[in-house]
């Protein structure tokens, strides 16, 4: 509930996909808005747009939506050519740790230890598999 008593409204969270002649005309509505004097988001220009179309006959609404090309529907086709792709953050910091951190010889040690804990002389001791993982790669 608000602060004063009333129940909300549900709100829904939705994405789509437009055009970018079309989007260009949602920041071109903004500023007639704000040379009006007022401040209005995205989200009401689509709103006000929507109770608009809803008082048209529906004559009038299919002659609107009949003007709208059909899109594709889903996400665009990324270009990875003109946009290159960042590695994880966890991949990223654990190469900066190997680059960083010097291999020492109780890492090159547990390296050659056994793997299985029933030969292992210790439970202490971490496997050759994870230790190998924080070995810094020759170059």
Do not use: C, W, Y
């Not at 007022?38 to 002659?63: H, P, Q, Y």
């Not at 665009?76 to 680059?99: G, H, N, R, Y």
């Amino acid at each position: 509930m608000s602060k004063s008593g009333k129940k909300e409204k549900n709100l829904v969270r939705d994405s789509f996909t437009m055009p970018a002649e079309e989007h260009q005309i949602i920041d071109q509505l903004k500023k007639k808005v704000r040379l009006a004097g007022n401040e209005v988001k995205k989200s009401e220009l689509i709103r006000a747009g929507i109770a608009m179309l809803d008082t048209l006959s529906i004559r009038a609404l299919m002659t609107a939506i009949n003007r709208v090309p059909n899109l594709k529907t889903g996400r665009p086709a990324k270009d990875l050519a003109v946009k290159p792709v960042a590695p994880p953050k966890a991949i990223s910091k654990s190469i900066s740790k190997a680059v960083t951190k010097p291999v020492t010889k109780a890492v090159t040690k547990a390296a050659t230890k056994p793997t299985i804990e029933s030969d292992a002389p210790s439970a202490s001791r971490r496997p050759a598999a994870q230790a190998a993982k924080r070995a810094k790669p020759l170059p």
